[in-house]
Structure formats: structure tokens, C-alpha cells
């Protein structure tokens, strides 16, 4: 979890944070490689499960009714309440937040978020000694160029390491081999793997609906997915912060609808996530120029940091492109 999600939330992560990372490891076709680090930390690694707990333990304390391992089968949504078939019972509702991932039942069921771009990931937890493990124990590991557009990644945790490949979905017959090659380049070709999991990503393309009627989605389910790095909980966050007011509008009567919190997001989160999308294109057009700018350019290096710290956004960075910025909006013609 990146600083800037942190920097959402009112209340400490720290009982789940497992490493503090301020250093990667760059590498490129999983070759050469060098080490850069920030003078304060720029994300947090955690065990998703204990930090869905936590956050689950936190919505409780504020008054929610959790029905953990209850699956959604059947959503109707039209004038009048809203019905959601779980666990074998109906339950009604006046408002119905799709907050339920990548692979959203409410999306699918209400016609929302229709033709998202998708990726694909495929992680791994790689369990190795004590002594392979220590030198990690600040240091995030990237590889850019192996895969054009996305990238693999070592995340250190407290007892393995979280090892993973992700791009464009056109790379998903292939992702299991990277996987296995980035471990050999790592030396861990014969560490134990647990838990080797394949994933979707989607992202929202401009226009395409994200609410309707008593209906809104928000993070994976409605497609507010960063391409570039993948970060999908500052989205999350940032998406469902812009739903409570709008949910408690619309419950006053002062509103009828959700389309001004979709407009919240096409105004406050599409630009940075179209930008970082014109990033990933240029890693598929240049795929060594993301290596070498972050190798070569205190300044490339300092700005990636100061995102994901919340300390400038994406379209600061991109304001200080000077006569590149016109390329560069070239190049995310049409993302
Ligand atoms: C391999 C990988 C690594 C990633 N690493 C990072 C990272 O380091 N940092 C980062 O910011 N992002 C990361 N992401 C993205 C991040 O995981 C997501 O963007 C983020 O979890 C989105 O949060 P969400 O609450 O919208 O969805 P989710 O976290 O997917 O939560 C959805 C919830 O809905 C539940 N659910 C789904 N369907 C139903 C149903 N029918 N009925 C009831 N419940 C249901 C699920 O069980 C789950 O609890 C990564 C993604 C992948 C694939």
C-alpha cells in the first residue's frame, strides 16, 4: 500500500505493516540493475487478508453489519429499492455501493462498466531462508522491459517474498514462463511457492458508466485501476471517499441520482489514471526509457517517489514536462 492511500485514511495502518520500503532494486530484461532509495519511505507491504480484516474491523466499529463469506448471486436494481440475493435470503436496500472487485457481480448484473480494458497478473508467495530474505527487508525489486507496458516486481514480506508479473492481457499465456525465468534471474528457482495466483485487472476507459439509478461502483469494480503501476487501493479509497457524500445526498432527497459523483471522478481520478495509462503505452513503445530516466534522472527518481508519497500528482509531473508535455499528450491520444 502505497504513502498516498495511507495519507486517506484517519486512522494508523501501522498493526498490519509488515516492511517499510524506501529502496528498489531496478533491473532491466532482467539484467544489470541498481539501487535507488528516498529519504522517507514510499510504500507499506502488507498481508492483504490481515489488512481486509483490519479495514473490516474499522467499518465495524463506525456501525457497519459485516456478513463475511456471504457471496452476492443476484442483484435488481430499478425504481424502487434495491434487492440483493446473498446467502440464500433477499436483502433491500435504497443505495448499492459495487464494491466488489475486478470481478464485479453488481457491474456485470446492473450493465455497468461495460468494455473496460483488461490486464492481467500472476504473483506468487516464495518462501526462501532467513539470510536470502534479510537483504530485502527494505528493498522493492522492478523489472521493466521483459514485459512491454507492465513490469514484475519483488515485494519484500515479513516471512517470504510476494513476487509477481503483470501487463496487457495479450501477455497471459506467457506470464507463468516469466514468472518462472524472473525467479531463476532472482537465484530462487528452488525456494518454495505457495499460493500462485492469477488476477484480472480493468480499467475504466473515459465515458463508460460507473452508476445508475440507486447503483454506484467504486475501486476494481469500477475500474479505477493506475496501469502504470498498478496501484489499485489509492483509487479504492479515493473512489469511496467521493461516494459517502454523494450516497448521503442522495438519501437526504437532495439528489436523485449518482451521475455528480460520476462526474467527481471523471474530474478528480480519470486525468491522473489517463496519464499514468500514457506511461504504460510509452513503456510499450520505449521499453528502456522508464529504466534509464529512473537510473540517469535524480529528478524522473525524486517525482516517481513524491506520487506514490502524495507529494505531487501525476499531473504536476507532467506539468514539468516543458515542451514534452505536447508529446507526451500526443502519445495518450485515444487511452
Ligand atoms: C497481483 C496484484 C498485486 C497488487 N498489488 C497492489 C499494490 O501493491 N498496491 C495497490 O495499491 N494495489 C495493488 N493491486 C490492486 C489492488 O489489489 C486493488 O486495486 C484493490 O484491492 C481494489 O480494492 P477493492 O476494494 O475495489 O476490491 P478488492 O480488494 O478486490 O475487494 C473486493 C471485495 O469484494 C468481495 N466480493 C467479490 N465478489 C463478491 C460477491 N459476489 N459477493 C460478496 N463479496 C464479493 C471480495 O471477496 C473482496 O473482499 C494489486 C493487484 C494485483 C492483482
Redesign the pocket.
Known sequence: ??ER?VRLLDFPITPVVQRTVDRAWLTYKMSGGFVRSFHQPF?YMTM?ERL?SYLAQRAVSAGAEVMDG????RVEAGNGPVRVS?AGETVEGRVLVG????????AHQTGLLRGAEVGV???SEVYAAPGILEPWKDTAGLDFGTIRGGYMWV?PKEEHL?I?V?GFARWGPRMRGLLDAYLGFLGLDGAERRLT?G???ARRKKGMAIQSGPVLL?????G???FW????????VKSAQAAAPAIAAYLEGATTDFTGYEETIDADLMPELRIARTLTRIGVWFPKLTYTLMKRSDWVWTAGCQVLRAEKTYHDVRGRMGPLTFLFDLAGRGT
Open positions: 500500500m502505497n492511500a510504500t492483504r481486509d456471504s457471496r452476492v448471486v446473498v464494491a466488489d472487485g475486478v470481478n464485479s457481480v453488481v497478473g500472476l504473483e515485494f510476494s509477481g503483470a495466483r488476477h484480472r485487472l467504486v475501486g476494481d469494480a469500477a479505477l485501476m493506475d503501476t498498478g496501484e489499485g487501493i489509492y483509487y479504492a
